[in-house]
């Protein structure tokens, strides 16, 4: 069975900092583009970050280029988004998905996991 | 910059057939992609590539996109299609969401 599971959500400070896990199982990770997509408390869907194949294609929403990093561990099956200097306007459910291809655009985010909570309150 | 608009919200009886529209510049030259989201679920791809339906996704579920307007369309709808519609398009170099859709079944 195809599954992401995220973790590392929680309780953070505003300027603290957070790292969020995606774990992959059921398919051939490294094959597949991997993006970080959030769903604010109220609000719509928001797509946060990409990255393709190796790495060598990543791409960041306006709001948190500069303050985020997507990275990936094909050895681990594994994507990380490293959140630093959080606000109060990051808190969100914080879904990884995989797409079609081994490219960032064009491509359908084909299979979601159920996402983990970040708050970033004082 | 490139912006998708969705109504906020439509309302269908049981068995009638639901349209959820997405609105962007010229978007028929793009590719669109629909998804469902339920409170506490992963979002589900439901179309991709305009009308294109992964393996599972009723047939009830079609899609169409010409001119400005990209549409979801769900015939004989159900209770358990309630979930917010979100439909997506790649703008390079970024993905963009509409603002999305609440469908509420009467």
């Known amino acids: 069975e195809v599954q992401l599971v995220e973790s590392g959500g929680g309780l953070v400070q505003p300027g603290r900092s957070l790292r969020l896990s995606c774990a992959a199982s059921?398919?051939?990770?490294?094959?597949?583009?991997m993006h970080w997509v959030r769903r604010p408390p109220g609000k719509g869907l928001e797509w946060v970050s990409s990255i393709s194949v190796k790495g060598g294609g990543i791409g960041y929403a306006d709001s948190v280029t500069g303050r985020f990093t997507i990275s990936r561990d094909d050895a681990k099956n594994s994507l990380f988004l490293q959140m630093n200097s959080l606000r109060v306007e990051d808190t969100a459910f914080y879904f990884c998905?995989?797409?079609?291809?081994?490219?960032?655009?064009?491509?359908?985010?084909?299979?979601w996991g159920q996402g983990t909570m970040v708050t970033v309150s004082s | 910059s490139y912006v998708l608009t969705q109504p906020p919200s439509v309302a269908v009886a049981p068995g009638k057939t639901a349209s959820i529209t997405c609105g962007g510049d010229?978007?028929?030259?793009?590719?669109v992609h629909w998804y469902q989201h339920k409170p506490g679920q992963a979002p589900l791809l439901v179309l991709n590539y305009n009308a294109e339906r992964p393996s599972g996704i009723p047939e009830r579920f079609s899609g169409s996109n010409s001119g400005n307007t990209a549409t979801l369309t769900i015939s004989r709808v159900e209770a358990g299609d309630e979930a917010d519609y979100y439909c997506?398009?790649?703008?390079?170099?970024?993905?963009?969401f509409g603002g999305g859709t609440e469908l509420t079944v009467l």
């Open positions: 010229d978007i028929a030259t793009k590719s």
């Open positions: 998905a995989k797409t079609f291809g081994g490219v960032i655009g064009n491509d359908a985010f084909d299979v």
């Open positions: 059921g398919f051939t990770f490294e094959d597949f583009a």
């Open positions: 997506q398009v790649w703008h390079s170099p970024r993905w963009l």
